[in-house]
């Protein structure tokens, strides 16, 4: 994959070109490789990946920085839980961010630049992977805010157009700028030659793309769940709603959203599944928006 722009431009955003590498001084150290800005809230980066390293598109990563400790005055790593957006066929790491301007992590980690490093800890879990859901004809993918990064991986891994004849993303945020990740990340996907080649020509057509938001006007207001418990989602896509018999879904966005979407999947006859157990969802649990 190339850089993190995609198809277009938004002038209000901005992006650092890659530049040569600088030799790693951290433990466990990548160096960023290209960071983009969309909002005053959000951002995403991408770093150089450990030759070693192995995941499973939809899995995740900790992260961080060095920091200083209070008591003991001694440096010592900062991590956090950051979901892999780029997939695992991808020669560098992709994640996607918010800001917290008096977060312990974001707050520096937002400032990062083209040749920093970032502590990565190379050792990835999670639950937002095809191995945790039973087959299935359709999968969503539901999504808040950043919630968004393990789709990104998901939705460029060829297993997800084998595996199933309809691929369905919803993204819901609070402002129309929010979802400019998302979108750009549509846009690359149907246009991009490489997974035209991996997967097969036409493969995007199984993709259908659902963004919302909540507090700024858009194209489609309205949160995701209350637009499923309206119909107005199965409308709006011309598809069936959503039942066991041929539905699959992931879930990854803050803890309210998480819990009601889980319990609007059960009312239909979903059960949660899990690495060891597959069945016909799965939640993740690390995500905090």
């Known amino acids: 994959m190339t850089e993190l722009s995609p198809v277009t431009q938004n002038p209000a955003t901005?992006?650092?070109?890659t530049k040569a590498p600088k030799a790693p001084t951290l433990p466990d150290a990548q160096t960023v490789t290209s960071v983009k800005h969309y909002t005053d809230r959000l951002f995403a980066f991408r770093?150089?990946?450990?030759?070693?390293l192995?995941?499973?598109s939809g899995e995740f990563v900790m992260l961080g920085l060095m920091q200083t400790d209070e008591k003991s005055g001694k440096e010592k790593p900062l991590l956090r839980a950051y979901s892999i957006a780029s997939p695992s066929w991808d020669d560098e790491l992709e994640f996607y961010s918010i800001k917290v301007q008096d977060g312990p992590l974001t707050s520096r980690l937002q400032h990062i630049e083209v040749g920093d490093q970032i502590i990565l800890r190379p050792k990835p879990v999670g639950t937002l992977v095809h191995d945790a859901l039973l087959p299935g004809k359709?999968?969503?993918?539901?999504?808040t805010g950043t919630g968004i990064a393990p789709f990104a991986s998901l939705l460029r891994d060829p297993q997800t157009y084998e595996d199933y004849d309809e691929i369905i993303l919803t993204h819901t945020c609070r402002e129309a700028g929010e979802l400019d990740y998302g979108r750009e990340l549509i846009e690359t996907i149907r246009s991009d030659e490489m997974l035209a080649e991996l997967i097969g020509e036409g493969f995007h057509e199984k993709l259908k793309y659902y963004p919302t938001t909540?507090?700024?006007e858009s194209a489609k207001m309205g949160r995701i769940t209350d637009l499923l418990n309206s119909g107005s989602v199965y409308k709006d896509l011309?598809?069936?709603p959503i039942k066991p018999e041929t539905d699959r879904a992931m879930i990854?966005?803050?803890?309210?959203?998480n819990l009601e979407l889980k319990a609007m999947l059960e009312d239909m006859g979903?059960?949660?599944g899990a690495n060891s157990d597959p069945r016909h969802y799965v939640v993740e649990k690390a995500f905090l928006d």
């Not at 901005?14 to 070109?17: N, V, Y």
């Not at 359709?138 to 999504?143: D, G, L």
């Open 238 to 240: 011309d598809v069936e």
């Open 47 to 52: 770093v150089t990946r450990p030759a070693s």
């Open 138 to 143: 359709r999968i969503w993918f539901f999504a």
């Open 14 to 17: 901005q992006t650092q070109a």
């Open 214 to 216: 909540t507090r700024e």
């Open 252 to 257: 990854c966005g803050n803890l309210a959203f």
């Open 270 to 272: 979903l059960e949660e």
């Open 54 to 56: 192995r995941f499973r």
